[in-house]
């Protein structure tokens, strides 16, 4: 299958100098995630994906660009000291004018292939998304359906199916929200069949739960608690996770989040990050 971005095509020399830029700015500094715009309508972010006190960790710079037509969207991958030190990520473009009622956006995964979503505002506080995709792993689509009421709560509900030369299967996802002045609260299912293959070509958790809750601590913080609980096909018993979280709304537009994850194996996830938009004036 043809590309849909052509990604024989080169960076720009300016582009890659900007990458370049984040990517040496990002190595001394101590969070994980930083944001700027250096120019109206394009905005960069760059993520440490290796630990803060390794020189050579390798990272990730978001890049988009906004033009009359629609956005154009892509992510670089930085390795220091390797051949190839700029290695192009998934890549999107959305249409500035809707379709039908709704947005349009095609994108080019990484690993080849091509996505075509659309979604759009159904009226009475009903939304639609949905979602073809074929890739080297699979072909797919998906269709979430939200509904807004106006007592605070949120229903979502998502079918998704995938077909491989030797199998197809399907998954499915049910959740509910409450917004309750300073805090909401989440509970949510899901399931897959054992033939459903995912995106990322790994088998989907045959039977899962997640609760979690939200809550305004001051005006300017939040703190999050999650609790998921699955079972995975062929696994004999189940597996469960709980993650807290904070935010903080930081002076000039900037925030910093924090997250901490254990799970039932006593593994241990940390991550920080500070989000500090830089625009030109």
């Known amino acids: ?10 960076i720009p020399a300016a582009l890659l100098l900007m990458f370049a830029a984040a990517h040496a700015d990002a190595q001394s500094a101590p969070p994980s995630r930083a944001v700027m715009v250096p120019a109206p309508g394009v905005q960069l972010s760059y993520e440490r994906l290796g630990p803060g006190d390794d020189p050579e960790a390798p990272g990730r710079v978001d890049g988009s660009v906004a033009t009359p037509a629609g956005t154009l969207r892509t992510t670089i991958r930085a390795t220091p000291n390797e051949e190839r030190s700029f290695e192009r990520g998934d890549t999107s473009f959305e249409l500035s004018k809707g379709i039908l009622g709704g947005r349009v956006q095609f994108r080019e995964p990484e690993a080849g292939g091509a996505v075509a979503a ?10 639609a998304n949905t979602e073809a995709e074929r890739t080297p792993v699979r072909s797919g689509h998906a269709l979430q359906l939200q509904q807004d009421f106006d007592d605070g709560h949120i229903a979502r509900a998502l079918v998704s199916s995938s077909r491989t030369p030797t199998a ?6 049910v959740e509910v929200d409450r917004i309750d002045g300073l805090t909401r609260w989440s509970a949510g299912v899901q399931g897959a069949e054992s033939s459903y293959v995912s995106a990322s070509g790994a088998r989907e958790a045959r039977t899962g739960v997640r609760l979690g809750t939200q809550w305004v601590l001051l005006p300017q913080s939040r703190m999050e608690l999650r609790y998921t609980r699955q079972m995975q096909w062929f696994a004999s018993e189940p597996a469960s996770s709980i993650m807290v979280g904070t935010r903080f709304d930081l002076p000039l537009r900037a925030s910093l989040a924090t997250a901490v994850e254990t799970d039932t194996d006593a593994h241990h996830k940390a991550s920080v990050t500070l989000t500090v938009p830089l625009e030109a004036r």
């Open 118 to 127: 659309w979604r759009a505002k159904l009226g009475a506080g009903l939304a």
């Open 1 to 10: 299958m043809s590309s849909l971005f052509q990604p024989h095509l080169r």
């Open 168 to 173: 197809q299967g399907s998954r499915w996802d």
